[in-house]
């Protein structure tokens, strides 16, 4: 009798550390949701690769920011792949680079509703699915913060770098909050890594740039922080909540 795979939805997963942590949970035998703002190719194609693999998977366009649009993602993974067991925050936004005294509030709200309320949206769903007390059989969060959260991003965007600040608050206090219900949360905190979030920003070459005041000399790659999101996923880190993961070359 075959198994059933343990279900995985990974936020913002058409491209960058989202798309690489897609495919490495496809082929460490998860069923996977590749989930994007919009019908996107790019999350059409996340899901060729992995069923070209021999894996499962499905792409479900939803905008985290919107509540409406949440909840009716994590309905369509219950009807096409199950219950959610690993929950990976990863759908987050910025802006080009500016100081805090040119930024408008719509750009901080933009910037907020993604970043964080998306966030707790999501991590919402996910615990009334997991959560012993409400009947689930537990799970993981792993939340894909940023070390802009420790450095604050000066003259480029603080706001983001704040907003990753939020999301490490909540990785702690939603942690200890279920704990004891089977649920464990931490986070990654990546920076300089070779994704397109840079050219978002207005700077595409922006990781080459800094690396050579980063203490490893480079720049990293997607697939080294999806290693450390299913680590944190995995019964190998069956102790660790609350917890965080630099990967930032040692900055």
């Known amino acids: ?21 897609a495919r490495l949970a496809a082929a ?3 069923a996977v949701c590749v989930n994007c703002a919009r019908s996107d190719a790019a999350a059409a194609d996340v899901v060729r690769e992995i069923e070209a693999e021999g894996g499962r998977a499905v792409a479900v366009a939803a905008d985290v920011a ?14 096409a792949l199950g219950p959610v067991r690993v929950l990976v925050n990863n759908a ?13 509030a719509e750009r901080l709200h933009r910037v907020l509703a ?26 993981a969060i792993v939340n894909v913060s940023s070390a802009a959260a420790r450095l604050g991003s000066a003259g480029e965007y603080v706001d983001y770098a704040a907003s990753k600040g939020a999301l490490d608050t ?32 207005g700077e595409p ?16 790659e997607a697939e080294e922080v999806a290693r ?3 680590w944190l996923a995995s019964d190998e880190a069956s102790y660790t909540t609350g917890a965080f993961v630099d990967i930032a070359g040692g900055a």
Do not use: K, W
């Open 66 to 79: 919107c509540e409406a649009d949440v909840v009716r993602l994590f309905a369509e993974v219950d009807r």
């Open 228 to 230: 450390a999101i299913l």
């Open 170 to 201: 909540m990785t702690i206090g939603l942690a200890r909050e279920v704990a004891a219900e089977g649920i464990r949360v931490n986070a990654v905190r990546p920076a300089f890594i070779r994704t397109e979030i840079h050219a978002q920003g």
């Open 205 to 220: 070459g922006r990781v080459d740039r800094v690396a050579p005041s980063v203490p490893m000399r480079r720049g990293g």
């Open 114 to 139: 993604t970043n964080v309320v998306g966030a707790f949206l999501c991590a919402r769903e996910a615990v009334r699915r997991m959560s012993t007390r409400h009947g689930g059989a537990g799970g």
């Open 28 to 30: 460490r035998g998860y």
């Open 92 to 104: 987050g936004t910025l802006e080009r680079q500016m100081r805090v005294e040119e930024m408008s």
């Open 1 to 21: 009798m075959m198994s059933i795979p343990p279900v995985m939805l990974v936020t913002g997963a058409s491209r960058g550390i989202g798309a690489a942590t």
